[in-house]
């Protein structure tokens, strides 16, 4: 007889965005070995879309608990049934919240294995934040998944978490699709002759947005047009409005990320934090010149110089100078497109991020199966 499938259960606040923890979670979920996992995601707050599609599409089993707040008890109870009728072996939750709730109602359901996952934080001096994660999330967890190397460092020197109570699990994402640059570069009224500098993000306030819409507007005058592009919603979009200038370009939500990220000459993240960014991700795959904020794990991703230019958080003038840098120098852009192309195929796929996981469930599974 063959080896009964590890039951996996993945929790999460929502799947209706399309932010980077709710993502890795869908894609990491839907990509686990259906030979050696049974898959199972869990939203507990209303959802539907496509995140919701794709999932059902891959096989895993979707389930919805429709809480209506934190204390929502009797929500929380029924994924307590869930877990314990269907013998679930491991509970794997992403963000703080999940978390939380993740290893209180694991532990209540005697789930063998819980695993939280960290996508990134300000670590600002949340002094409750910090007491949960220390005292709860990893007291209470097998393991406390940081994204990054900065996180990681972040969790055990500002929050006093045990080294041995975490695990780096980089992100990773699926292989882009070629893009065709004409269509998107018409709709911004770019000339052949302009460079487009472009960001691909939600606008809140985390992103900085307004940073690189004031880096642009100090851009030296030179012949050729420079465009800033910036696809994506959010909070953030009346305050960035009222502060663009005619160069500035709202592209909206897309669901033609690689033609938007063919049609740029230079990709931003002016970002405050970030943990793993998919988004840079996407740019190094799409082998465009990279300008970023040295914040979180970016440095994992982008070495300076080599695959993209980092310059400090909340510095208009020096985020305007490197992107004055790649507007001047066609050459330059192609070389650190080219590199960070090859480092994402190389480090940072959907694949590796669920080989690592599969091999982490495995690994901490056996080892309580071992203790019993």
């Given at each position: 007889m063959g080896r009964e499938r590890i039951r996996v259960l993945t929790l999460i606040d929502t799947l209706r965005s399309a932010g980077g923890a709710e993502r890795i979670a869908a894609t990491t979920t839907a990509g686990l070995d259906p030979t050696r996992f049974e898959r199972w995601?869990?939203?507990t707050r209303p959802t539907k879309g496509p995140l919701v599609d794709s999932m059902r599409e891959a096989g895993v089993r979707v389930v919805a608990l429709e809480r209506k707040s934190s204390l929502d008890l009797r929500a929380w109870w029924s994924l307590v049934r869930l877990l314990r009728r269907e013998r679930i072996d491991v509970l794997h939750a992403h963000g703080h919240s999940s978390n939380a709730w993740g290893v209180l109602v694991g532990r209540l359901a005697r789930v063998p294995v819980i695993v939280c996952h960290e996508h990134t934080w300000s670590y600002s001096g949340d002094r409750l934040r910090m007491l949960v994660d220390r005292e709860l999330i990893a007291r209470g967890s097998d393991a406390f998944v940081a994204v990054s190397r900065e996180d990681r460092r972040r969790m055990h020197e500002l929050e006093g978490i045990e080294e041995a109570r975490t695990r780096l699990v980089a992100n990773g994402i699926p292989p882009l699709p070629p893009g065709d640059p004409k269509r998107v570069r018409g709709e911004l009224e770019a000339g052949t002759d302009a460079v487009v500098v472009g960001a691909v993000t939600v606008l809140r306030p985390q992103k900085a947005l307004h940073v690189l819409i004031e880096a642009v507007s100090l851009l030296?005058?030179?012949?050729a047009e420079v465009i800033l592009a910036i696809a994506g919603s959010g909070p953030d979009y009346p305050r960035l409005r009222s502060l663009a200038g005619p160069s500035v370009r709202f592209l909206g939500n897309r669901s033609d990320v690689p033609d938007v990220l063919a049609a740029y000459d230079v990709a931003a993240l002016s970002s405050d934090f970030e943990g793993s960014p998919l988004g840079v991700m996407e740019y190094m795959a799409a082998e465009r010149a990279i300008v970023a904020t040295r914040v979180g794990g970016v440095p994992d991703l982008i070495e300076d110089g080599?695959?993209?230019?980092?310059?400090?958080?909340?510095?208009?003038t020096a985020l305007a100078a490197a992107i004055d840098t790649l507007v001047d120098d066609a050459a330059l852009r192609r070389r650190l497109g080219a590199a960070a192309g090859v480092r994402q195929r190389a480090e940072f796929t959907i694949e590796t991020t669920v080989r690592r996981l599969e091999s982490l469930y495995e690994e901490l599974l056996e080892r309580k199966r071992g203790r019993s």
């Amino acid at each position: 007889m063959g080896r009964e499938r590890i039951r996996v259960l993945t929790l999460i606040d929502t799947l209706r965005s399309a932010g980077g923890a709710e993502r890795i979670a869908a894609t990491t979920t839907a990509g686990l070995d259906p030979t050696r996992f049974e898959r199972w995601i869990c939203a507990t707050r209303p959802t539907k879309g496509p995140l919701v599609d794709s999932m059902r599409e891959a096989g895993v089993r979707v389930v919805a608990l429709e809480r209506k707040s934190s204390l929502d008890l009797r929500a929380w109870w029924s994924l307590v049934r869930l877990l314990r009728r269907e013998r679930i072996d491991v509970l794997h939750a992403h963000g703080h919240s999940s978390n939380a709730w993740g290893v209180l109602v694991g532990r209540l359901a005697r789930v063998p294995v819980i695993v939280c996952h960290e996508h990134t934080w300000s670590y600002s001096g949340d002094r409750l934040r910090m007491l949960v994660d220390r005292e709860l999330i990893a007291r209470g967890s097998d393991a406390f998944v940081a994204v990054s190397r900065e996180d990681r460092r972040r969790m055990h020197e500002l929050e006093g978490i045990e080294e041995a109570r975490t695990r780096l699990v980089a992100n990773g994402i699926p292989p882009l699709p070629p893009g065709d640059p004409k269509r998107v570069r018409g709709e911004l009224e770019a000339g052949t002759d302009a460079v487009v500098v472009g960001a691909v993000t939600v606008l809140r306030p985390q992103k900085a947005l307004h940073v690189l819409i004031e880096a642009v507007s100090l851009l030296r005058p030179r012949d050729a047009e420079v465009i800033l592009a910036i696809a994506g919603s959010g909070p953030d979009y009346p305050r960035l409005r009222s502060l663009a200038g005619p160069s500035v370009r709202f592209l909206g939500n897309r669901s033609d990320v690689p033609d938007v990220l063919a049609a740029y000459d230079v990709a931003a993240l002016s970002s405050d934090f970030e943990g793993s960014p998919l988004g840079v991700m996407e740019y190094m795959a799409a082998e465009r010149a990279i300008v970023a904020t040295r914040v979180g794990g970016v440095p994992d991703l982008i070495e300076d110089g080599v695959h993209g230019l980092l310059v400090p958080p909340r510095d208009p003038t020096a985020l305007a100078a490197a992107i004055d840098t790649l507007v001047d120098d066609a050459a330059l852009r192609r070389r650190l497109g080219a590199a960070a192309g090859v480092r994402q195929r190389a480090e940072f796929t959907i694949e590796t991020t669920v080989r690592r996981l599969e091999s982490l469930y495995e690994e901490l599974l056996e080892r309580k199966r071992g203790r019993s």
